[in-house]
């Protein structure tokens, strides 16, 4: 499979436990964004790498979170001192930054985070 | 964030029928509006986007619309299937300095009986 991958897919934790999610983009994409989706709602964007760089973070993001991608490929997401409000599904993208294509974003099957 | 608005929220049609989704959108900066199905459970899937240049696109059953005087675009089936039956998304881009990132509809729970 050359889609974006992600592991675990599913992760349930205790309140105030730290957590961490991985990414691996489809293979030369060189954007790589994070999105957060709770039931019955539209993704919500969360940060965007350009290769190694995070160069867009949303308000969403609290300080709690961070978000890396060390060498332009794949990327990780930790959330520290977790609270059962971060419950949600986390979904990563990529895209390719063609020209022509730069905003297409192909999603991976995401990590369903269930916080106790 | 700047937000984009979806209608209707569930959709119920038979099979063989027409399905509309509609949206609008308030940041200026959108020039590309992409629309996803999601199945439960599942990733969201790309299944037709429209640059702002274009007012119109087809691909098979599927065509999509952009006003972007009005700042609203919609999503139209025709002759649905079963398999049609998801939950869809439309999505506007933000600017260059947001790298493109999406803001995303609440999404249109289709369901297309036999």
């Known amino acids: 499979d050359t889609g974006v991958s992600q592991d675990p897919r599913h992760k349930i934790t205790k309140r105030g436990q730290n957590v961490t999610f991985r990414c691996d983009p489809i293979s030369e994409h060189n954007r790589l964004y994070w999105y957060r989706q709770t039931l019955g709602q539209g993704p919500e964007f969360l940060t965007y790498f350009q290769n190694e760089a995070q160069l867009e973070k949303s308000r969403l993001l609290s300080d709690r979170f961070s978000a890396e991608r060390p060498k332009g490929s794949f990327s990780t997401l930790e959330i520290q001192r977790t609270e059962q409000g971060d419950s949600a599904m986390y979904l990563c993208?990529?895209?390719?930054?063609?020209?022509?294509?730069?905003?297409?974003?192909?999603f991976g099957p995401g990590t369903r985070l269930l916080v106790l | 964030g700047e937000n984009v608005e979806q209608h209707p929220s569930t959709l119920s049609v038979q099979e063989g029928d027409s399905a509309v989704i509609k949206c609008t959108y308030s940041d200026s900066a959108s020039n590309y509006f992409p629309w996803y199905k999601q199945e439960l459970g599942k990733r969201p899937q790309l299944i037709i986007d429209?640059?702002?240049?274009?007012g119109e696109k087809k691909d098979q059953r599927i065509a999509v619309t952009l006003n972007k005087t009005a700042k609203h675009f919609s999503l139209h089936i025709t002759e649905t299937q079963p398999e049609d039956s998801a939950v869809y998304f439309c999505?506007?881009?933000?600017?260059?300095?947001?790298?493109?990132?999406?803001?995303f509809g609440k999404g249109t729970s289709l369901l297309v009986t036999p």
């Open positions: 993208a990529s895209s390719p930054g063609h020209p022509l294509y730069q905003e297409t974003q192909y």
């Open positions: 429209i640059r702002s240049n274009v």
């Open positions: 999505a506007a881009s933000m600017g260059s300095n947001s790298g493109y990132a999406l803001n």
